[in-house]
């Protein structure tokens, strides 16, 4: 049996590449470990046959940023549990393979509150959560959501007036009626409680809310608990 050595050293040896891009091969899980997909270049290999994938191609390891739909009653927190391979959305078109890289460090954009459900961004990009959080008084997000009670008259005309919430004004909205039960919001600057304070304000009492934009970004027809990359063409 030969001395254990690193997958990357190995691959150096079978590809006639440097040590960077032998790292960048692994990263990007072209490379199998006696039928396996290994992505940790430090992972030791002794006689295993370790294999190049034919279609292998340079890329570097891009963090990943991801759109997950986070069930109700679910802190943003604990919603990064549910971005695994498992998870992802069938519907997914963006062309991106799954690594295991892809799920570490992850942390929320723009949470929701834990009763909300709906699009919840994660990233590993510090740039994008940055630029979420600088941009939060500017990105509109739009909810759906369910009420009950009766809206009191000349509601809309007094919430179209302005209004305010924990002593600060609100941003102009758009709401519209989607069913006798169902309201549409489009707003910017959202905090917890801002949209149930919203319908207080007209006699209503808001049941449940959830986000179907952010921005530019939909969340589309994927289910609760599933989740889609979000690749870098597309922007917010």
Known sequence: MTEPVRLSKRVVEIAGCSRSEAEQYVQGGWVRVAGVVVEEPQFKVTDQVVELDPAAKLEPAE??????HKPAGLPAIDAIALATPAHRWDG?????RVHKRHFVHQAPGLPLEDAAS????LSQDG??????????????????????GELAPYGWNRLSHGTTFDGWPVAPFKVSWQSEQRLRFAIKGVRPG??????REVGLTALSLRRIR????????MPPGQWRYLPPSERF
């Not at 994008?128 to 600088?134: F, S």
């Not at 801002?194 to 319908?199: E, G, R, S, T």
């Open 127 to 148: 740039r994008v959560l940055r630029r979420l959080a600088e941009d939060a008084a500017k990105l509109e997000q739009e909810f759906i959501v369910d009420v009950e």
């Open 118 to 121: 709906g699009l919840l961004v």
């Open 63 to 68: 963090p990943a940023t991801l759109v997950l």
């Open 214 to 221: 952010l921005g530019r970004i939909p969340l589309s027809k």
């Open 194 to 199: 801002l949209i149930q304070h919203l319908c």
């Open 92 to 96: 997914d078109d963006t062309g991106w």
